[in-house]
């Protein structure tokens, strides 16, 4: 029976979230615009809360984790336009965070890295 344990606890080990909390400096594009914020992300089982933050604002973040795929988006407002981006990537080491960002009609890719 102790061996039946063992071996479950290890096969959860993979499907566990990988903890994200801490300062990112985000760098991306989309739709031609340069997008260079340091987001702030706070993590709390597979949720995510936090804000990301550039000089002139700083906008407040949701999202998950769900093992090293990572989701969050947050409202921005472009030219008098609100816009929401959504940020869905991988953990792809311990200290960076690559993938895409939507938004209405628009797409493009970011990297984040741990700071």
Known sequence: MK????????IALPLAAADISGAWKLEGNVADVRINRICTIKQAGNKLTGACKNQMNELSLTG????NN??????????GQKLTLVF?????????????????GASGNFTATKQ
Do not use: F, P, R
């Open 70 to 79: 990572i989701t969050w988006s947050y409202d921005a407002d472009y030219q």
């Open 64 to 67: 998950e984790v769900n093992g």
């Open 3 to 10: 061996s039946l344990n063992s071996l479950l606890a290890l």
């Open 88 to 104: 869905k990537g991988a953990l792809e080491a311990d200290a960076a965070i690559k993938g895409s960002i939507t938004t209405e």
